[in-house]
């Protein structure tokens, strides 16, 4: 299936965009798989996973994964 990475592409975006963004990507996840970098917290609550990148000493990162369960629409 196509692949598509977004790096901050939300960050210029309102709430009101956030949430046209986030219910594209939600239209399009069956057939693209998506790969977005983000800050914002909406964009991170659409995700199926979230992972993080930590550096608790100088030197040393530690990636953080969480898989999200299935949302209910409501």
Not at 3 to 30: H, I, Q, S, W, Y
Request: contains cysteine.
């Amino acid at each position: 299936s196509p692949f598509c990475l977004m790096d901050e592409v939300d960050a210029p975006l309102d709430d009101a965009n956030v949430g046209r963004f986030t219910r594209l990507l939600e239209e399009f996840k069956a057939d693209t798989q998506f790969l977005v970098i983000t800050h914002n917290p909406r964009t991170m609550q659409a995700a199926d996973a979230v992972y993080g990148v930590t550096m608790q000493e100088p030197g040393v990162s530690t990636i953080v994964g969480v898989r999200l369960g299935e949302r209910e629409h409501v």
